[in-house]
């Protein structure tokens, strides 16, 4: 579904994408884990057509990410914070949304459900807790039900209850047969959830597999020992 | 385009909710009832709402568009990952942000100048010349103020370029007018004058409503030139040009690095 | 026929005969009484179209010393005429004095003349000659009162006379441009001639005086004239109150005079390029007092002009209220009002002046007054630094209403530097003078 090809991306003197060459498939649920900077969020962005890479080519449902942007209504994405126009009401801000993708019947009424929206839906943005604002986030790129979604922490300022129902979710969606790529930081999250991690160091792509595989070479207990012992190799 | 108008509706949403334009909006309403309620003369109000238009009206575009640019930003990376193209994104949000601006201007001008127009009537065309004089100030500077933000990642430093760039448009411009005027006294300067007036786009807007305004009197042989230069076809065209082309050039160069650059 | 309609037509009949014999009688009586009885002082002639008397040159030449012509309503159209005997001319009904366009209408010779009452139009026009409605040359105690004189090309023109009396008449001209038109109401070389309530409009000077002396200019309206409104040269001693001079290319000139009073006029709507309420050229010791400068692009130009009073005027919304000349000296500015003007005083030089500030209001004026004598306690600089500027460099006009501008003169107002340190008015009011209270009304400017 996903196809990333030798993507290099470099800001300034720092390089952030060194080379990184992954196939992502649909029915999965596909982590992407690393320390701080090691271009979690700026690979998801290269997805999407935010982050424009130096070289390498990216293909999302077949589409060369950067020469359209038509297939990104294939495309449900959740960035890493979102900040809301204060002063429209995420009722507003859903309808907003449905106008610009010119789906006039996706009411995400099951997400505002599942998410405990429904009493905040009518207030203004600047007065609802960052928790809110990230289930307003999650809801945006959810209701038009798209073949792939992104996540940036997703669970970031989520109560546990709504972190779970979260994860029942994204398993249902899987079994949907839809294409889910996660930038998350909480490994035992990953590990629940995931059928394949890919462990991104300096801008390479350092481990490529599911969850299991990186206990098994290691040697370690968790994935969360895992990793930290493969960062310790790899520095 | 359906896109850029419904970018451009939430994002003028967005702001019309904002205390700021309020305020912005009732400044002005404030300011031209002050001046028609207690000037002596309509033409003396028209002449002072001019002078207060002139340095308010670009300084709050420029300030408020970097900084609805930069407040939008974070946002915008949602929105570019929706299925619509960097340039829609780009455009409906400037163009959401100027209309609104404008909007609170006209609104702002525009009840106090009916109220008082009908008392006026004589200066009914230079009221229309101010309101439709600022709304285009509005669209060149919020231009200006993206094209800077865009390329600039700090926002501190975006806008000291914008209140510098306003300072410049304002202040300093006139003074490299009145330096050339010092320096080449002794030259027929009328048409390199028109030249430097027409080119800067708060200069160009004074002078054509001071033209309109009795004031004009007191400027002379140049005023006349000027008189006559505008009357033509040939000056319409030019001026109507030059303002056009400073909100497309502003607009382009903005738009240009907006679909080029990573968020 | 029946008999009451027999009776009506007789009585209708015998009316009209009546009315018929009683003219016919009147006409044959005066005209014997015209042309015999020369030593009657009071004699009276009466012309009209279909009296005895047809013309006026007839009863001109009739008219003994002291006679009174009586003229009809009627057109005229006689050539040029001559008076040259002291009579009084008087219409009835605006009889037509018509010039056809081509000569002069009525020339006055003759001492103790008055001509009153009459229509005098189309006197013809020309390069070379002076061609006027009514000219009197040399002549003493002549009154001219109550005429209308309409597309003259000159209107009422005297040379070398005096003690004359010019009232209530209404000129109306139809000069287009400055080269080829004349003067309303033209006095050369003359001495204690009256002007007093005329109206006068469409003439190139509505009003202009060479060599006069000792007169008085006394409730005149002069408005849209090519030129000026009021314009003196080589003059002294007169005294003009109470004119009203309106739109026209300058208020009033006075140029290489001494000794006039200029009291209560109104000098308004003077209002283009180059156009001056008053305008002082090599104008001394005079007296321009309680004054009405509305709405003029300058309402005082001094040039050249010395040693004058300007006390208690009203300078009210004019583009530059005073435009004060390096070589104008020893003049003295007091109890003026300055208000709404967009300059109140510019110069063209920035140095010392012997031209002074004394006790003015402005309404510029910021300053304050600790001991609440009415008299503000810091000086006030009138020149403007940008007003300055415009005087060295009149482009820099393109900068009017600029914030670069506004902001030159707020620092110049702050720490005056290059602005003329003599220009300051040491005494500035706190308010306006009482006087000027009764004027300040919009009412009382728009009358």
Known sequence: MVEVANVKKRFGSVSALNGITVTIRRGQITSVVGPNAAGKSTFLKCLVGLVRPDSGEIRVGGHDVNRDWR??????????????????????????????????????????????????????????????????????????????????????GLDPLTSQRQKRWLERERARDKTIILASHVIAEVEELSDRVIFLLEGRVYFDGAPREAIQMTGQPTLERAIAAMMEQGS | MRQIATLARYSALELARSWWTACYCLFFMVLAFAFFAFGEEPAQAVVSVLNVVLLVVPFVSIVMGVLSFYTAREFAELLLAQPVGRLTVFFGQYMGTAASLALAFAIGLGIPFVWYGWNAREQSGTLVALLFGGILLTFIFVALAFALAVRTENRLKALGAAIFLWLFFALVYDGLILAVIVAFSSFPLEKVLLGLIILNPLDLARILILLRLDVAALMGYTGALFRQFFGSPLGIVAASACLTVWMALAVAVGASTYVRRDF | MRLPQLISNSIIAFAVWLVLWSLAGRASESAPNGTTNSQASAATLVVCPRCA?????????????????????????????????????????????????????????????????????????????????????????????????????????????????????????NAVSEVFSGNGIHLWNSNRITVERNHVTGHRDGLYFEF????????????????????????????????????????????????????????????????????????????????????????????????????????????????????????????????????????????????????????????????????????????????????????????????????????????????????????????????????????????
């Not at chain 3, 001509?115 to 040359?137: C, H, P, Q, T, W």
């Open chain 3, 53 to 173: 008397i047809k013309r006026l040159s007839d009863a001109l030449r009739e008219a003994s010393a002291g006679a009174k012509i009586i003229l009809q309503s009627g057109i005229y159209n006689e050539g040029e005429m001559t008076i040259e005997k002291p009579v009084a001319i008087e219409g009835q009904d605006w009889p037509v004095l018509d010039g056809a366009g081509k000569n002069q209408v009525l020339t006055v010779k003759a001492d103790n003349v008055r001509l009153k009452g009459l229509v005098i139009r189309n006197s013809g026009k020309s390069y070379i000659a002076d061609l006027a409605g009514i000219r009197v040359e040399g002549a003493r105690n002549c009154v001219i009162e109550g005429n209308r004189l309409t597309d003259n090309f000159f209107g009422i023109y005297l040379a070398s006379s005096a003690n004359c009396a010019i009232r209530g008449n209404e000129i109306r001209g």
């Open chain 1, 71 to 156: 297939w990104r209504r294939l495309v449900g994405y959740v960035p890493q914070a979102v900040h809301f126009p204060e002063n429209l009401s995420p009722r507003e801000l859903f309808a907003f949304f449905r106008k610009l993708r010119g789906t006039p019947g996706a009411d995400g009424r099951e997400l505002i459900e599942l998410l405990n929206l429904e009493a905040s839906l009518d207030r203004p943005v600047r007065q609802l807790s960052g928790g809110t604002r990230q289930k307003v986030n999650i809801a945006l790129a959810a209701m038009f039900d798209p073949e792939i979604l992104i996540m940036d922490e997703p669970t970031v």
């Open chain 3, 212 to 447: 006069l002396h000792d007169s008085n200019i006394l409730g005149n309206v002069s408005e849209n004239n090519v030129r000026y409104g009021l314009h003196t040269m080589y003059s002294a001693n007169n005294h003009y109150s109470q004119n009203i001079l309106r739109a026209n290319h300058a208020g009033v000139v006075l140029m290489y005079s001494r000794k006039l009073k200029v009291v209560a006029n109104r000098f308004e709507d003077n209002w283009g390029p180059a156009c001056y309420g008053a305008l002082l050229k090599d104008l001394d010791e005079s007296e321009l007092e309680r004054n009405l400068f509305f709405h003029n692009s300058v309402a005082l130009y001094a040039d050249d002009a010395n040693r004058n009073r300007v006390a208690n005027n009203r300078f009210y919304n004019n583009g530059f209220a005073l435009r004060i000349m390096a070589n104008a000296n020893g003049n003295v500015f007091s109890g003026n009002l300055f208000e709404a003007n967009s300059f109140d005083v510019t110069t063209n030089w920035s140095s010392g002046s012997t031209s002074s500030f004394d006790g003015n209001y402005w309404d510029d004026y910021r300053g304050y007054d600790l001991n609440r004598d009415g008299i503000g306690d810091v000086p006030f600089w009138p020149v403007r630094l940008f007003g300055l500027l415009l005087e060295e460099y009149p482009q820099a006009i393109v900068l009017l209403r600029s914030p670069f501008a506004e902001l030159l003169d707020a620092a110049e107002q702050a720490i005056p530097v290059l602005t003329p340190h003599n220009f300051a008015d040491q005494k500035p009011l706190i308010a306006r003078p009482p006087w000027s209270k009764s004027q300040t009304s919009k009412s009382a400017l728009a009358q």
